[in-house]
C-alpha cells in the first residue's frame, strides 16, 4: 500500500509539473485523484487573489459547466470552512453540517460524503481539494491522510503552475492576469524593466522561450550547429573504425541520422520557421522526443532517449557559443532573470542598462545578492514560483525591499513603484551630498566606514562613495573567474591594483574562502554538508601551497605601499589561527630572502563561527583584528542555510542570539586592547549600524551602496541615544520585537526611508 501510494503521487506529481498552464494541470490533478481514490467526485477550488473568492476551477464529477463561474464567498460553506481552519474536514453526511451551503447547479446534491483538504503553500492557503461519493460513510484514515499528503505535494505544482497561467500566451484583447511572486530579498530598490532571461549552459530543459522575426538567421544558426555536431561525431566515429566491429559501428550512422531533416532535425527547422528562436525549438522538439522514448516499453528503447538528449545538448551548446559570440542585444532597462544567477551572467550586462535581477534559487545572503547590492542592482531571490523561462522580453516589476515580483500589474500598482522609483532616485541624489563629510555622530563619535570588494568595479564605486578602507576583499572573486588557480604572479598584480587604488587606506584581503557556496569550477568540492565540510582555513591549511602562494603574492603586491592587512576565513579552533600565522611568517621570511622590503602585515581573525565567538578573547590575543562575519554567523547560530529560500524568513539577524553574539565579540576585543570590525551584510543596514555602534565597534565595513545611507543614519543620530537604544533592544526577546523597536527610532529620528530596505 505504502509503495503503491508513493507511485500514485510520484505519477501524479510529475505528470501534473509537465502541464500547459493552470487549468491543464487542474484537470489532471482531479482525474488522478479520482481514479487513485476511487470516488465519484474531485473538485478544486482556489482562491482568487483580488476577491478572496473561492472560486470552483475544475472538477471530475460535478458539472464541468460551472467551471470558472461557481465561488464561495471566504469562510462560506464547508468548502470555506476547511480554508479557514486550514485543517482537512471529513463528513459522512455533508448536508447535516452547520456549514453546509450548496452550490447552485454545480450538481453536488446526490453526493454525501464529503472530505475537503486545505491546499498550502509557504504559510498560504491557496484552495481546496475536495472528493465527494454517494455512499454514506466517512472516508478512512488512510484516504484522509493520501488526500492531505497529495494536497501538500501539489501546492507548489499549484502555486507554480498560478503565475504560469497568467504568464501564458495572451488572447488578443484579454487582459492578462496580474500575478505576484514571493521571493527574499536580494538588494534594495525597485526596478520596471524587461526580462532578458539567462539559462545555464547547455541545458535543454531550462531553454527560455522567444519568438523571433529573423527567421532565417535562426535557422542559419541551427544548420552551423548541426553541422558542427555532425563534425564532432564523425570524428570520433573515425577514431573508433578500427576498434569495432562495423555492425557496431554502424550505430554511429543511427545516431547521425537522428538530426536528418527527415527525422528530428526536420521537426525544429519548421518551429524556427514558424518563428521560434532556434534553441527554443531545439529545446522543444528535443524534450518531446526524450519523453517518448523515456516512456517506451523495452527497455533498449527507453535507453535512446540518453542518446537523444545527448545530440540536443551538443547542438545546443554550439547554438549556446553562437550567441554568446554574437553577444546579446540588452534593452535598455534590463531585468536579468535565471534558475541560478552566477557573477559572470551579472558581468555580460553592459552595468547602465541593468536594473534588475531575479533568481529563482538562492536567498538574500547568496553570494550573488551580495554582489547585486554592491553593484546597487535591485534584486529578488528565491522566486521558486517565478515560470522563468517563460518571462523573456516581457515587462517585469523587481520589488528588491519586500522579495517580490510583479507581472502583468494593474496600472495603478504599476503607477506606485513608479513612484518608488522616482523616490529612490532622488535619495541617492540626496545621499551623494553625504559622499565626503565624515561618519560622525551629532555629539561627535566618529566611526569609520569601510566597503566590501571583490571586483575591480567595486573599488571605482566604493572610492566614488566616500570609503575610508576595505574591511573585506573576497579573493575568490577573481579565482571564481577563473579556469584554473590564478599563478603567484597572476595574483600580485590583480592584489597590487586592489591596495594602490585604496593607498594609503588601508585593505583588508581575505585568504582563499572557497567551499560551502563558493565552488572553484577547476576544483570541485563534493559534500553532503558543505557548509559545515571543508571551506574557508580548512581548505587552505591542507592545502599549504595554496595559501603560501596566495599570502605571497599580497606580500610582494605590498611593497612600497605597506596599506595591506591579511584576515582568515572560517577559523573554528585557535590552532587554525596558530598554524596560520606560522605559515604567513615563514612566507614573509622568503619574500624577504628574495629582496622583497615588506612589513609583516597585520593578521586578523573572522568570528563567523559560534565557537570563534566564546574564544573570542583567545583569538584576539594571538591576531592583531578581530572582523564579524555576520551571514555566517548567524547562518551558524540560528542552524539557517543562507542560501535556502525555505528558511529564509528564520534567518533574522536581529534574533537576540545574534545581538548577544555581536555584543560579546566587541567586548572580547576591546578588553584585549584589539580592534573589531564587522564586515557582513548586517554592518550596511542603518538600524544595525546604530546598534553597532552603541556596542563599540571600531570599523564598518559594508557594500559599497550602503556607505551613505548608514552614514546618513549616523549623522542623525546621538552616540548617546544609541546606546540607550541598544540597552532597550538588548531586553526583548524577540527578532520582531527588536525590529519594531529599531523601527520607531528610525521614524523618530526622521529616518524612516530606510525601513523598507531594512533586513527584519
Ligand atoms: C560573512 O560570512 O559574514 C562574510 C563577510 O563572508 P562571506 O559572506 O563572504 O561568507
Ligand atoms: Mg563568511
Known sequence: MVTMMLETLRN?????????????????????????????????????????????????????????????????????????????????????????????????????????????????????????????????????????????????????????????????????????????????????????????????????????DDRRRELRAFRNALDAVRADIQAVSDNLRGEMSPEDHALFDVYLGILDDSAIGGEVAAMIKAGHWAQGALAAVMIRHIRHFERMEHSYLRERAVDVKDLGTRVLGYLQDADRVQGRDYPEHTVLVGEELTASALGEVPRERLVGLISVRGSGNSHVAILARAMGVPTVMGAVDLPYTRLQDRELIVDGYNGTVHLNPLSEVRARYQALVDQDQALSRDLESLRDLPCETPDGHRIPLWVNTGLMADVTRSLEQGAEGVGLYRTEVPFLLRERFPSEEEQRQIYREQLEAFAPRPVTMRTLDIGGDKALPYFPIQEDNPFLGWRGIRVTLDHPEIFLAQVRAMLKANEGLNNLRIMLPMISHVAELDEAIQLIRRSHREVVQEGVEVALPPVGVMVEVPAAVYQARALARRADFLSVGSNDLTQYLLAV????????????????????????????????????????????????????????????????????????????????????????????????????????????HGLQQFLHGAVS
Open 12 to 212: 501524479v506529481v510529475q505528470e501534473v509539473n509537465t502541464a500547459e498552464g493552470l487549468a491543464d494541470a487542474l484537470g489532471i490533478i482531479v482525474r488522478r485523484v479520482r481514479d487513485a481514490m476511487g470516488t465519484e467526485v474531485c473538485s478544486v477550488y482556489l482562491i482568487d487573489e483580488t476577491t478572496g473568492r473561492l472560486v470552483f476551477r475544475a472538477t471530475e464529477g460535478l458539472n464541468a459547466g460551472q467551471v470558472g463561474l461557481a465561488s464561495l464567498a471566504p469562510g462560506e460553506g464547508l468548502v470555506g470552512l476547511v480554508a479557514e481552519r486550514e485543517e482537512p474536514v471529513n463528513l459522512e453526511n455533508a448536508e447535516s453540517h452547520p456549514r453546509f451551503q450548496l452550490l447552485q447547479d454545480l450538481g453536488e446534491e446526490s453526493f454525501h460524503a464529503f472530505l475537503g483538504v486545505p491546499i498550502i503553500h509557504q504559510r498560504e492557503v491557496l484552495g481546496v481539494l475536495v472528493v465527494q461519493q454517494r455512499e454514506r460513510r466517512r472516508f478512512d484514515e488512510s484516504e484522509e491522510a493520501f488526500l492531505v499528503t497529495m494536497s501538500a505535494q501539489l501546492a507548489g505544482v499549484i502555486a507554480h503552475a498560478r503565475v504560469t497561467g497568467s504568464v501564458a500566451e495572451q488572447l488578443p484583447g484579454v487582459a492578462a492576469a496580474p500575478a505576484r511572486v514571493s521571493g527574499i530579498p536580494g538588494a534594495p530598490g525597485v526596478a520596471i524593466g524587461t526580462a532578458v532571461v539567462v539559462s545555464p549552459v547547455a541545458d535543454l530543459f531550462t531553454v527560455p522561450r522567444r519568438l523571433v
Open 641 to 748: 542555510d543562507r542560501n535556502n529560500a525555505r528558511v529564509a524568513d528564520l534567518y533574522h539577524s536581529f534574533h537576540p542570539a545574534v545581538l548577544r553574539a555581536l555584543q560579546d565579540v566587541a567586548s572580547a576585543g576591546r578588553e584585549a586592547g584589539k580592534p573589531v570590525s564587522i564586515c557582513g551584510e548586517l554592518a550596511g543596514d542603518p538600524l544595525a549600524a546604530i546598534l553597532l555602534l552603541a556596542m563599540g565597534y571600531d570599523v564598518l565595513s559594508m557594500n559599497a551602496t550602503s556607505l551613505t545611507r548608514v552614514k546618513k543614519a549616523v549623522r542623525n543620530i546621538g552616540y548617546q541615544r544609541a546606546r540607550e537604544v541598544l540597552e532597550d533592544v538588548m531586553t526583548l526577546d524577540h527578532a520582531t520585537a527588536v525590529y519594531q523597536y529599531l523601527e520607531r527610532v528610525m521614524r523618530e
